[in-house]
Structure formats: C-alpha cells, structure tokens
C-alpha cells in the first residue's frame, strides 16, 4: 500500500491560539519500505505518525493510501481502514494488565466481527510468529519488557495489518533486548511489510532503510540507509550473557 502526504499542516488550540505543529509536510512511503522518523521532542515526528496512521486528521494538506483520499474520513469509515490495514506498537506496549497475551491480541480482533475460534486461530499464529505461543497464557506482568513487545507486534499483526507503526518500540528496553526486536522487525520487512518508525536513538534508525530528519513541524532533510545494520549480525556479535 502506497502512502503520500501532500502539503500537511496540523495545528492544535492552545490558550485561545492556534499552534503549528506540522508545516507543510510531503512524504511518499511505497510498499515494503522501511523509514525511520527522527528528530527533536517537538519536531512533530509523533504528529505525523498519528496522521500516518489515521489516529488523527490533518487541518489541511491531502493523504492518499493507493490514491485514496483518507485524511478526512469518517470516524466509522477510519475505524475500519485502520482494523485491516495498520497496526501499533508503542514504547510503553500498551497491553491491558488483567488480560493474558493471548487475550490481548484476540481483543482488536473483536471488533473486525471475528468468530471466537477465528480470533483464537489468527491470536495464536501471530504469538508463534513473534516466538510467545509459549507465554499465550501469561499475564504482562509475568512477561519481560521485551516479551511484552512481542505480545504487542503480534497483537498489531494478527489483524493481518501489512503496515507497522512503530512509536519508539525500542526505547524501553536494554540494548540486547532492542537488537532482539530489531531482528524481528526487519523479518517482517523482508516479508514485505511497511515499517514506519519513530526513534530518538541513531543506532536503532540505521537498521532502516531510508531516515526522514524532522524539525520545527518540517521535514529538513532525507537520506537513504546504504548499508543498513542487521540486527542478527550485531546480536552474533555482543558478549554472551553470563
């Protein structure tokens, strides 16, 4: 699915005046890429990504999903679009606490209409991709921050969305356990997912195939990853854990 944002602005009200957070924003996304968002707190990367993945609409400017005018959709007709076409995953995992994994990736299943058994069925291949089948059971807080973030791809997965919204899916956990979920998002890429992605750490934006440079609500520069890390290889590499 091709993306393109023409001419994007976005605003919010603050104290009775209007705040430019996105100026004019123009952005191509073919399918199967994978991009890094990179800038300052403030530069807007986290705006563009909620417009990208229409938890948000854009005060002017157009958004196009394979020539598809959706920025201004309804709420029911974006509900939709995002149940089959996007998933999330966020730095913090956003798992519902009383729930196990399995039943945290079952529940946005619900509202696409899915028989119990077909939930049950997708919620558990989308666990055994991610490597949890293991853990279906368990609660988020008997997990590790990185199984967690697991559970959380397989919930954004198992709607069978083809495009990834990351919103610094490494940025709380350790160095190995981030390498360990870099892996698993450039499988995905390799299967020809889209992965959009937004990181503060210049490492984690290397395993990316193109990095956009934001700043002040714009986009200043652009550049494509040559050599992309692979975070396989760099896992070979660190120490082994004793």
């Known amino acids: 699915m091709h993306l393109e944002l023409q001419e994007v602005t976005k605003s919010f009200r603050l104290e009775g005046e209007d705040l430019p957070i996105l100026r004019g924003i123009s952005l191509n996304i073919q399918e199967g890429e994978f991009v890094a968002l990179m800038g300052p707190s403030g530069s807007g990367k986290t705006t563009l990504m909620n417009i990208l993945g229409l938890l948000d609409r854009p005060n002017s400017g157009e958004y196009r999903m394979d020539q598809r005018e959706v920025g201004q959709l309804s709420v029911e007709q974006r509900a939709r679009l995002r149940s089959r076409a996007l998933g999330y995953v966020f ?15 079952e529940t946005p ?59 610094e899916p490494t940025g709380a956990l350790d160095t190995r356990t981030g390498l360990q979920i870099m892996a698993l998002f450039e499988a995905l890429n390799r299967e020809n997912h889209t992965l959009i992605m937004v990181t503060h750490d210049p490492d984690i934006a290397q395993h990316a195939r193109r990095i956009v440079h934001m700043r002040d609500g714009r986009i200043r520069s652009e550049e494509a990853v040559t050599q992309p890390l692979q975070a396989e290889r760099l896992l070979a590499e660190m120490p082994q854990e004793t």
């Open 109 to 167: 299943l619900m509202y696409q209409g899915l028989a119990s058994r077909e939930r049950y069925r997708r919620a558990m291949e989308a666990l055994e991709r991610v490597g949890m089948n293991n853990r279906a059971k368990h609660l988020p807080s008997q997990l590790s921050g990185g199984q967690q973030q697991r559970v959380a791809i397989a919930r954004a997965l198992a709607g069978g969305a083809k495009i990834l919204l990351a919103d």
């Open 91 to 105: 730095q913090n995992f956003n798992l519902i606490p009383r729930e196990t994994a399995l039943a945290n990736v």
